[in-house]
């Protein structure tokens, strides 16, 4: 029995604020390691909850629309049984453009946050501002495109693995469904394999992310930008921060998909119980 639209939104933003918040360290650390300025000058250690206020404000409606499509998509493209992984992929590609729609604004603000772009001391509250008078909303988009880039990649590895994960685990186990707490290994394996696979679509998103430069001047193309990053440091600096980003998505995989799977199957007992 699959979740109902209103239960995919409960449920995804639980998930959403869940993860960000619990690993929101690790993210910081991961952003500092991929700036431009270097991980010391960026912030190094220190006030590694910087932008937590962003973040707190578009993990449940951002994680909330990527479910509420995803989940209805799933039930409603017209997929064969044996074509499942091309409706995972395109249902979780359509459910993170949604998202991103809600996601990059605060995205943008909590990695200059993090990187201390605006000077030590600001709120979120206030970098927002600063932005708006700046860039207007076309500065709340910035790297919307890299974004999208990044996670249509991500999210066509992800969910047909932890789909099929999730599968074969079934039929192992001999039940369905899983268990929360078995969804989520499912999740973190999912998650972590294809946190590795598109770090350097999560390392130019960042750097898109903490330019600053006058939006009505040139700016370089992504491909310049990727050929910049590679000319400038390799391969290392295209893979920088694939440790934190790894551990976080692949912890954060288990919490993000067992939350949600446990959230979820919660609502959708209380739903039969009542009938």
Excluded at 54 to 71: E, I, K, L
Aim: charged share 15%.
């Amino acid at each position: 029995m699959p979740p109902t639209f209103f239960e995919s939104l409960i449920a995804g933003g639980a998930a959403g604020t869940a993860v960000d918040l619990l690993f929101f360290p690790i993210d910081t650390l991961k952003t500092r390691l991929q700036s431009a300025q270097g991980f010391a000058r960026a912030g190094g250690f220190r006030g590694i909850y910087k932008g937590i206020g962003s973040v707190g404000v578009g993990s449940a409606p951002g994680a909330a629309a990527f479910f509420c499509t995803y989940d209805t998509l799933k039930k409603t493209l017209p997929f064969p049984d044996h074509l499942s992984p091309v409706n995972h992929v395109v249902s979780a590609s359509l459910g993170e453009i949604a998202a991103c729609l809600i996601r990059v604004p605060t995205e943008v603000i909590k990695t200059r946050m993090q990187t201390s772009s605006y000077g030590p001391g600001l709120s979120s509250f206030s970098a927002a501002r600063i932005l708006w008078t700046s860039d207007g909303l076309r500065g709340f988009y910035k790297g919307f495109g890299i974004t999208v880039m990044r996670e249509i990649p991500f999210t066509s590895i992800q969910f047909p693995l932890y789909e099929v994960l999730k599968s074969r685990l079934s039929h192992v186990l001999g039940r369905k469904p899983l268990y929360a707490y078995e969804a989520a290994i499912c999740g973190s394996i999912a998650g972590g394999f294809a946190a590795a696979a598109t770090t350097p679509l999560d390392v130019l998103k960042t750097r898109v992310m903490l330019d600053m430069r006058d939006p009505t001047s040139p700016s370089p193309t992504l491909i310049s930008r990727f050929r910049m990053i590679y000319v400038e440091g390799g391969t290392k600096a295209l893979f920088s921060g694939v440790v934190p980003r790894t551990m976080w998505i692949s912890a954060g995989g288990a919490v993000f998909l067992g939350v949600y799977e446990w959230v979820a199957g919660g609502l959708m007992k209380s739903r039969h119980e009542t009938k």
